[in-house]
């Protein structure tokens, strides 16, 4: 029997997880929910379009609900909504906020009877369980996480809210010295300067003033004020290009040491080259969704996180399967 899928949200994130749930094998595309007018909302597979404020009557017709907005805006308010009818998933990434999240659709979750799984993705989600595996098999170590060489969305838009800014394109890139370093095993205290630069590509208006553009970038707090920044301005074309996709990736280490006095000496990592960031992110979304499904039918209710989920709900093979073939 599939898993039914319904989709809340129709962006790049939407599009990924509609091309992932057409290719499971397990999986049904039930219909795609919009705050937009459906009838202007074009999908790639055809498959069907509903208004937003009609999903809570389609929840028997719905396995789980992959919530696809922003962290910012979005998901605050729809996960907790959406867990009211269905068990969700989303991609929540505002790691600060993120116990506060997590209090609020529990209790949804625990009112309604269903399940929901927040802050899944790769980081949060991937990177998470490796530092979590990690940590518990070297105790004695340090943590590094580098992101890149890849677009930020969030950056790229600070940048075109710049008065005289056209469009613009933000890659965060790991530096490779501090990278060598926690590779050796050498332990380094690495500041947040010292681990990444920022590579903004600026379209600029005509007559803006490029010399104020650059400024403002390199001395936004919070952005570009602790990093070393490079501002290379290209024009439209250039840009659409050159840029046009959303690269992302990264590494996550742990160097530790075992052995009565620490004398042997260890590194873990594991990293990720994604060509594109919302179609990784929207493949883990699903194979999460498929683990929603089976705890929920073992009766598993409130909100849970990718700690929470044995690797064996994400497969789609059975138990006996897996063991057969990959343990």
């Known amino acids: 029997m599939s898993i ?4 809340a949200g129709y962006g790049n994130l939407g599009r990924g997880v509609e091309a992932a749930v057409t290719n499971a094998p397990d999986m049904e595309l039930v219909g795609i929910f919009t705050r937009r007018d459906p009838a202007t909302v074009k999908t790639a597979t055809g498959a069907k379009v509903y208004k937003w404020e009609d999903a809570k009557s389609m929840k028997d017709d719905i396995d789980v609900m992959i919530l696809c907005g922003d962290s910012a805006n979005d998901l605050p308010e729809q996960t907790p909504e959406m867990s009211q009818y269905f068990c969700c998933i989303d991609s929540f990434d505002t790691h600060a906020n993120i116990p506060t999240h997590f209090a609020k659709v529990d209790e949804v979750c625990k009112k309604a009877g269903t399940l929901s799984m927040i802050s899944v993705g790769w980081d949060p989600g991937m990177f998470s369980l490796n530092r979590i595996y990690s940590q518990a098999i070297l105790p004695n170590g340090n943590d590094y996480t580098f992101w890149g060489k890849g677009v930020s969305q969030g950056h790229s838009d600070a940048i075109r809210r710049i008065e005289g800014v056209a469009d613009a394109r933000q890659y965060t890139v ?23 630069t920022r590579e903004c590509f600026v379209v600029a208006k005509e007559g803006a003033d490029k010399a104020k553009i650059e400024n403002e970038i390199k001395t936004m707090p919070n952005y570009f004020a602790d990093y070393d920044t490079t501002v290379t ?14 690269p992302h990736g990264g590494m996550v280490f742990r160097t530790g040491v075992t052995g009565l006095n620490g004398e042997e000496k ?3 990592e594991y990293k990720l080259t994604l ?8 493949s883990v979304l ?3 969704a ?17 700690f929470d989920v044995a690797p064996t709900y994400l497969h789609p093979d059975t138990a006996d399967e897996q063991r057969a073939h990959l343990l």
């Open 4 to 7: 039914k899928i319904g989709i």
């Open 290 to 306: 498929r683990a929603a499904y089976r705890m929920h039918n073992e009766g598993t209710v409130g909100c849970k996180t990718v």
């Open 286 to 288: 699903t194979a999460y």
């Open 275 to 282: 060509e594109s960031n919302p179609g990784f992110t929207s």
């Open 266 to 268: 260890h590194v873990i």
């Open 233 to 246: 301005f290209i024009s439209q074309e250039e840009l659409d290009r050159d840029h046009k996709g959303i």
């Open 174 to 196: 790991p530096v490779q010295s501090a990278l060598d370093k926690v590779r050796a095993g050498e332990n380094p205290e690495l500041t947040t300067r010292e681990k990444h």
